[in-house]
């Protein structure tokens, strides 16, 4: 993980021959659970580490291509909004420059501590 800015950053993930499917590419419901994780990975390196214990209320999957077992996949990650209780995010996924997925997400805040 790596921050761009204190919007955006990079999550970046190994793939493997247990993330394919019987195509032999990426698996979407694999793709979508890196997804997940590297919207809270990219809140975390951007600052924002008391939202480990937030939670996702939506998220959406866009395919672009087929991702492919052994290079890496790297998810940037950028707020596009924050409010009391909600951050509004969108990321693409990408292998060697290639757009494999793009995303977007609304995480539902931590509670504070009382």
Request: proline letters at 4%; glycine letters at 10%.
């Amino acid at each position: 993980m790596r921050a761009d800015g204190p919007t955006r950053a990079r999550v970046a993930l190994e793939t493997r021959s247990s993330h394919r499917n019987r195509l032999d590419t990426l698996h979407g419901g694999f793709l979508a659970a890196f997804a997940d994780h590297a919207y809270f990975g990219g809140l975390w390196i951007m600052g924002h580490q008391a939202q480990i214990n937030g939670v996702t209320i939506d998220l959406s999957m866009q395919y672009l291509g087929a991702g492919k077992v052994g290079p890496d996949l790297v998810a940037e990650v950028e707020i596009l909004r924050e409010t009391g209780r909600l951050f509004f995010l969108r990321m693409l996924m990408t292998q060697n420059g290639e757009a494999v997925a793009a995303s977007t997400a609304t995480i539902r805040k931590a509670p504070k501590p009382q």
